[in-house]
């Protein structure tokens, strides 16, 4: 799925909600206004996704990357990564309920060079640090993770922004958009935190 498969399908989920407001209406006016707020979050999130296509036109080159990184970021269904490799024209996002997991799912079509997780700390997350000493890892808070992408040419953006914000951050600064934005069990937010997770980590190019 690519960036404009993500603005479909929000365009699709706002024709729903539309029709939501259809039928909002008949129950009372506190329902229409609830259903309302919905569509317009739904076409916030299309918009800003149109934008970071829009100004990705006028960008510079793709960043190049030289190293296979797993960034991860903490979600509903558990935890979900992104993966860096060269190899690939955009990062692939990958998910599961247990850290060990994600991880091990992904080592099994991959040579991982580095692991980088992003998460406030966790003794799921210190008890596999514990067990994988061979594995090079990386692990900080998503305050710290933010700051290290910004430092390393993104714009300044904070873990507490929106993730429109986040993404359109990521993108403009020549990052190409993961394969996929949200899934079962994890949002557009927790994608775009384990994008960053494994930027924070490279080193600058």
Do not use: C
């Amino acid at each position: 799925m690519t960036q404009f498969d993500d603005i479909q399908r929000l365009v699709r989920l706002a024709r729903r909600r539309l029709a939501d407001v259809d039928i909002a209406l008949a129950v009372s006016t506190s329902a229409a206004s609830k259903a309302l707020a919905e569509v317009a979050e739904v076409v916030a999130q299309a918009q800003a996704l149109l934008r970071a296509a829009d100004e990705g036109l006028g960008q510079p080159e793709t960043v190049k990357i030289t190293q296979v990184v797993l960034g991860i970021s903490p979600a509903p269904i558990g935890w979900v990564g992104v993966i860096r490799d060269p190899q690939a024209p955009r990062p692939r996002v990958v998910a599961g309920e247990h850290l060990g997991e994600l991880i091990e799912s992904a080592r099994e079509s991959l040579r991982l060079d580095v692991v980088s997780i992003g998460t406030e700390p966790s003794p799921e997350v210190d008890l596999w640090v514990e067990t994988q000493p061979a594995l090079r890892h990386h692990v900080q808070t998503p305050i710290e993770i933010w700051r290290g992408v910004s430092n390393r040419g993104a714009a300044q953006v904070s873990a507490s922004d929106q993730w429109q914000n986040r993404f359109a951050a990521l993108t403009g600064a020549g990052h190409p958009a993961p394969s996929l934005l949200s899934g079962i069990g994890f949002a557009e937010t927790h994608v775009v935190d384990a994008y960053a997770a494994a930027l924070a980590w490279s080193p600058p190019q």
